[in-house]
């Protein structure tokens, strides 16, 4: 039997999660000056970022033919892999890194740009130390 995925809205709502679901199981995604940035976002949330896009549509064009971020289905979840320089990892992996390390963050959700910038930067000391 297959597994249904069902993503939920990543917004708060008064300090706590929206807890909608996505609409299509899709994330919202936007790209902007060559930087990228996705959300799990419910239809409630992605209307305001919908309404400024619309108003510009006239004079935007499609990029349709790029790739998306790879994305891998695990344990009825997705999980993204990241790169970074020679490194590759998963938020689980930063999550065990952090915890290894006495910081301690919620067991799911979005993590701070800090805290991937910090076990990036631990694995590449790390890989070069063993060179």
Known sequence: MAQQLTLICDQTVGGRPCGRQVPNNRATTLSLNGQAWEADLCAEH???????????????????????????????NYRKTHEA?????????????????G?????????KEEHMAAYVEAQVASKRSTT
């Open 85 to 101: 320089g020679a490194v590759t990892f998963t938020a689980a992996d930063v999550r065990a890194w952090l915890a290894e390390n």
């Open 103 to 111: 910081i301690t963050v919620p067991p799911s959700g979005r993590l």
């Open 46 to 76: 992605q209307s305001p970022l919908i309404k400024i896009v619309s108003d510009l549509a006239p004079i935007l064009r499609s990029v349709q033919d790029r790739p998306l971020p790879e994305r891998r289905m695990r344990s009825g």
